[in-house]
């Protein structure tokens, strides 16, 4: 099958790219997860997604570009790179780029952070006002410069404040307000249950939940025991986040979790098509092919595209080198080819070592995993 055909949507499932090899009648008999432990038809709101895989916001990840591929290919729901409730940073280029949904499908979904009431609601309807259906609060952010300012998982400190974010946020707008939170400041104060409660009474209408306290940052494993327990604890839709990097996985964080929907990050870092190879998964309990090196490599060389129109072929060419470092880590050779490929200043020159590495016949490189 060519790379283009790869991609297009199987008659099983209509997941682009979907190569099942198996029958439709087996396909659907064969444990169809949906009509078990999890929803089909997940709902933020009055919105109802194609599904309950949703790509997780990643400052610096989640452009205009990389969102359209994982809708494409199989994620329910994109959320953006967030963008500050600071009213001098919006006219910046790098906020004017975030600020721009064209051509996206559908839910468009903005993560906006900051640490006060007034200029959150300001920036949600803000958002609002320039397409968002969605607006999404940041309270999980680990990051010193955002916790240093009191936004993003610092707030989950004060939980009053908490309140206040949330409750003018919801006022602010007539558009569904999510929240992603971590479970707490530090293992001593793991208050992810209380912040449910203080989001579905404030008027929340799904937490996102990554399974870590902001101590923990990206270290250890994601504490699945604490997302079921906030699940339990509250009636809203909960999305569980950390560390769902495989189909079985991600089955095994829902079912664990009783979660209503799942949120990747890492994962999709030039594997884009990890939503569809877990929804596949999912829905019939069978594996989807990986995709060969030659259809990674048209896909990378469509991407980059992409990435030279959004961002001008100068910073486009910047922007693409870490995808390719993450589209080609798990071929053979990679190292090799990333020390070439990142000395270029060249699109038609990345286009070209790409093609040379994963699409020519001979090219020095392995399977795609
Ligand atoms: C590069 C990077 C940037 C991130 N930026 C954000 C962000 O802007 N907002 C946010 O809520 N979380 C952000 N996160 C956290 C992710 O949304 C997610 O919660 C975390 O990566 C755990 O999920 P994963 O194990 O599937 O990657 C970021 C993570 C990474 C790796």
Not at 39 to 63: C, E, F, H, W, Y
Not at 83 to 102: A, E, P, V, Y
Not at 335 to 358: G, M, P, W
Request: positive net charge; aromatic residues 6%.
């Amino acid at each position: 099958m060519d790379a283009i055909g790869y991609w297009q949507p199987c008659q099983v499932t209509r997941h682009s790219g979907c190569i099942c090899s198996s029958s439709p009648e087996g396909a659907i008999g064969n444990g169809n997860y949906w009509t078990g432990e999890a929803q089909s038809d997940m709902r933020i709101g009055t919105i109802k997604l194609d599904n309950n895989l949703i790509l997780a916001p990643m400052a610096g990840v989640t452009d205009r570009p990389f969102r359209q591929l994982c809708r494409r290919l199989g994620a329910g729901l994109a959320v953006s790179e967030m963008i500050s409730s600071n009213k001098t940073l919006w006219g910046s280029r790098k906020t004017i780029r975030r600020l721009d949904f064209n051509g996206e499908p559908g839910p468009v979904a903005v993560q906006i952070v900051g640490s006060e009431p007034a200029a959150m609601a300001r920036a949600a309807r803000m958002n609002a006002d320039n397409g968002a259906q969605i607006i999404d609060i940041n309270m999980g952010c680990p990051a010193k410069k955002v916790c240093k300012a009191d936004a993003g998982s610092a707030l989950l400190r004060n939980e009053s404040l908490v309140a206040d974010i949330i409750g003018a946020v919801v006022a602010a707008v007539d558009i569904p307000v999510t929240l992603k939170i971590r479970t707490g400041w530090d293992k001593q104060s793991r208050n992810g249950t209380r912040i449910a409660r203080i989001a579905k009474q404030e008027g929340i209408s799904a937490l996102a939940v990554h399974g870590r306290t902001r101590a923990c940052g990206f270290a250890g494993s994601a504490e699945y025991e604490t997302i079921r327990n906030i699940k339990q604890s509250v009636d809203l839709p909960v999305i569980a986040n950390g560390d769902i990097d495989t189909p079985e996985k991600a089955l095994q964080v829902l079912r664990s979790t009783g979660a209503d929907g799942l949120m990747i990050g890492r994962a999709a870092q030039g594997r884009p098509w990890v939503f569809r190879e877990i929804a596949h998964y999912i829905e019939t309990g069978e594996h989807l092919a990986h995709p060969t090196p030659e259809q990674v490599g048209e896909l990378l060389c469509e991407h980059l595209q992409n990435l030279y129109s959004f961002y001008g072929t100068k910073q486009g060419v910047r922007v693409a080198r870490k995808h390719i470092a993450w589209y080609s880590k798990r071929q053979q050779n990679s190292i090799l080819f990333r020390q070439k490929i990142n000395t270029t200043d060249s699109a038609d020159q990345q286009l070209l070592l790409i093609r040379q590495f994963f699409i020519q016949p001979g090219g020095e490189r392995g399977v795609a995993a």
